[in-house]
């Protein structure tokens, strides 16, 4: 017997109903995965409310990498909702506040002296980078990459990359922001890796001549491998690349670690991949288990120019989140998470990169650490969401929770929960390899 049962259609009558309710209390525009309602979770595993047991390869877009309700966490939690719920740093403060915020000075890259405060998501903690830059330096202009996702709060939108759905028919945007291109190197045709990298490091160089001067620009934001960009993987000379040109126009570098952090690569954080120290840092998703807590994390000088008051938020740095988040690093440490990280890109190379060959719809498999892909393309070599959207359909009916990705909707991209075991792995990749052949054949 496997671990995933399905009993019903998805949605079954249950979800049915709730979703009548939905659709009259609730507005359109947040999206749904699956046409279900979660019951019960475990690990890798989701229970909906009509008895159907998913393996989740979602992750709540990479927000459990220690999985669902991890009994260290859930322990912590109800020892700290006996004590006091929130008091509110502004008004009185909290030890796991301090507590938490000498573990992520301690743990981020770079050996320098560091200062770290705390919001409620991910875009907060973009908004916050951004006003700390500007404050430091002086200088208003932000860089951020074609194909980047930063939020959907203003600025973070503004910095956003992709026009449907996030931008279409918000704007005006914040001003003061730029693009520069990001290597895609699955969808380059005319150059190699290494020669795309090259040009576009040029480009950068010439960006300050034709578009605003550099001494306009106070920090450049990135994230180390896009996630809702395509789960893009940037070479580390490129990464370095940008790195130098900032050292060299005194230009801060924020990485955007909210997908990408607390293991999901394989190491603790992305940047560590590329050798990159970056000036600040922006934490969330996987940081808590599932609570709803950010971080920025920055060079103490940096971080030290916004006055008091000047920055924070009444629910920032709940003591809920920041005792789960406590608790999910020495999980990630303890129980060697980024092992496991690694193991399963493993295991996704080995079972899908064969698959490449024998389907020509199959442009791209790629991973580091756990931050699988999977790219499509049609006959013409163009991409392919309509496929993906296929796959997806029939993969959540069969029990998978998967999502797509990428500009075009082509990617399917896995964050599965990093304490997912062997043998979920493998139903899952079943399922994922099985619904992929059936629909690349018809």
Known sequence: MGYIKINTAIPGPKAQALLARKEKSVPLGPFNTIKSFAEKGKGALLTDVDGNTFIDFAGAIGTLNVGHCPPEVVDALHEQIDRYLHPCFHVMMYEPYIELS????????????KKTFFLSSGAEAVENAIKIARKYSGRKGIISFERGFHGRTYMAMSLTSKVKPYKYQFGPFAPETYKWPYPVYSQEKEMKPEELDAYMLKKFETFFLSEVPATEIAAVIMEPIQGEGGFNIPSKVFVQGVKRICEQYGILFIADEIQTGFGRTGKMFAMEHYDVVPDLMTMSKSIAAGLPISAVTGRAEIMDSAGVGEIGGTFGGSPLGCVAAVKVVKMIEEQKLLERANLFGEKFHARFGKLTDRFPEIGDI????????????????????????????????????????????NVIRLLAPLVITDEQIEEGFDVLEAVIIECCER
């Open 102 to 113: 000498e573990l992520l000075n301690e743990i981020t890259p770079g050996t320098h002296d």
């Open 366 to 409: 790629r991973s580091i650490g756990a931050m699988c892909a999977i790219e499509f393309f049609d006959k013409d070599d163009q991409p392919n969401g309509q496929l993906v959207r296929e796959i997806l359909a029939k993969a959540h009916q069969r029990g998978l929770i998967l999502m797509s990705a990428g500009l075009y909707g």
